[in-house]
């Protein structure tokens, strides 16, 4: 699962209203090359939210480098977009747990797939 | 898959594809050449802008990945969901670009609102529309789905969801519940002359819109047949709501003969020199009468 994903994830527990962002628990890490594609980038960003990106950064041990607020300059800037595309695309958590923020229940991620199956109760 | 048994009425999705059906389905070449052209057809259907510019793409049944395969090859990013993990494993092992979440789709995508430029489904929506488990509720769970579907789409954004009803009620509860939720659009129905070829797209789009696509094959013009689809058995089933079965093979292998020869001279004189030879009789002896051009009419 790659940050990205995680950007989008919420939790569709029955009731729950404050499920996102979802809080990652890493086990196992992996990196694995993409194609680095500034246009889609900027793409990305303007639907990433930031904060909730850089909280799972910190998670997956790739936020060094990563601004606080990005400027419109550095959406054109080479170095800022190379360390955006690597964190958002380039590093993958294979197993782990994301877990809801409001009712603290688990989520597992086994082999890179988080499960979101909820229970019938959870309906 | 039997040759008329709906794989729904076989089993719940996340058991019918299990490792077996799972590898089988995903090295079917008949099985991947149906998935790629469904794919180009709903990415066709969702019109996006020309402009080179990648797009966020929801692929919703994604399976073991061949239609999200189609989506990379044509320059888009994408997130699949499905309820098999045997199937979403071999995707992860075929490596495919987008990350993929085990999740059923009946109970709401768990996804933020706004967020995809379009969604795609390729055979994954009818499903929903069977009461897998005595606590199913298809209505509720088309719902769920539905809901889900319009909130995590962005303004402006489009759904194509390929799907097989099993019958015209099951076609209308897939719609009505789109409607319910907000979405404009309708079934978009190619081939709908041809058995073999029929097939159904739901098209969706986010609040009222003009955009208007056009059916293939209204005409009453089947479906041009590539090398891999062979003759139809069935693929996840077809309506069966029809008059007139009308059965279209293709060219059976080996025929080599040609609409022109079919009834020429060469061939009548050949297929009764056939017939002497294999000791029939009563074959009338070859004058210049034989198989000489009738007038029109005779």
Not at chain 1, 80 to 99: D, M, N, P
Request: proline fraction near 5%.
């Amino acid at each position: 699962m790659k940050l990205l994903t995680h950007n989008f994830l919420q939790c569709h527990i029955k009731g729950v209203k404050n499920g996102y962002p979802l809080n990652i628990e890493a086990v196992k890490i992996e990196e694995r090359d993409a194609d680095f594609d500034p246009d889609f980038l900027r793409s990305m960003f303007k639907r990433i939210d930031w904060k909730a990106f850089l909280v799972g950064a910190q998670a997956l041990g790739c936020a060094e480098g990563l601004p606080e607020a990005v400027s419109e300059e550095q959406l054109q800037d080479d170095g800022f977009l190379q360390k955006f595309h690597h964190a958002l695309l380039e590093v993958c958590l294979e197993e782990g747990s994301l877990i809801c923020p409001e009712t603290g229940r688990r989520f597992p991620v086994v082999k890179g797939i988080p499960n979101m199956l909820l229970n019938e109760d959870e309906v | 898959m039997g040759k008329s048994e709906r794989p729904e009425h076989t089993a719940p999705p996340d058991i019918f594809y299990n490792e077996d059906e799972a590898r089988k389905y995903t090295s079917n070449t008949r099985m991947i050449a149906i998935q790629e052209k469904l794919t180009q057809r709903a990415l066709e259907l969702l019109a996006l802008p020309p402009d080179g510019t990648p797009r966020l793409l929801l692929d919703i049944g994604c399976g073991s990945g061949l239609s999200g395969e189609a989506l990379t090859e044509a320059g888009h990013a994408w997130l699949g969901l499905d309820i098999s993990e045997a199937m979403l494993d071999v995707a992860v092992e075929r490596e495919v670009e987008g990350d993929v979440l085990l999740g059923d789709m009946g109970q709401g995508v768990p996804l933020r609102q706004g967020v995809f430029d379009g969604a795609i489904s390729i055979s994954a929506v009818q499903w929903l529309c069977n009461a897998d488990r005595s606590s199913h509720e298809p209505r509720k769970r088309l719902k769920a789905f539905f809901e889900s579907l319009y909130r995590c789409l962005a303004r402006g954004a489009r759904a194509v969801l390929q799907v097989y009803p099993e019958n015209a009620t099951q076609a209308e509860m897939m719609v009505a519940a789109a409607m319910k939720v907000g979405f404009s659009g309708g079934l978009v129905v190619d081939y709908p002359h041809s058995t073999r070829a029929k097939k159904f797209f739901l098209v969706l789009m986010v609040g009222p819109s003009s955009y208007a696509p056009q059916a293939k094959g209204l005409d009453g013009a089947d479906e041009p047949m590539s090398e891999d689809e062979d003759v139809d058995m069935g693929e996840g089933g077809q309506v069966r709501n029809e008059g007139r079965q009308r059965k279209r093979h293709g060219k059976p292998k080996g025929s080599s003969k040609s609409g022109a020869q079919l009834k020429s001279k060469s061939w009548v004189l050949k297929k009764k020199a056939q017939m002497r030879g294999k000791g029939y009789t009563a074959i009338p002896v070859d004058t210049k009468y034989t198989a000489r051009k009738r007038k029109k009419g005779f």
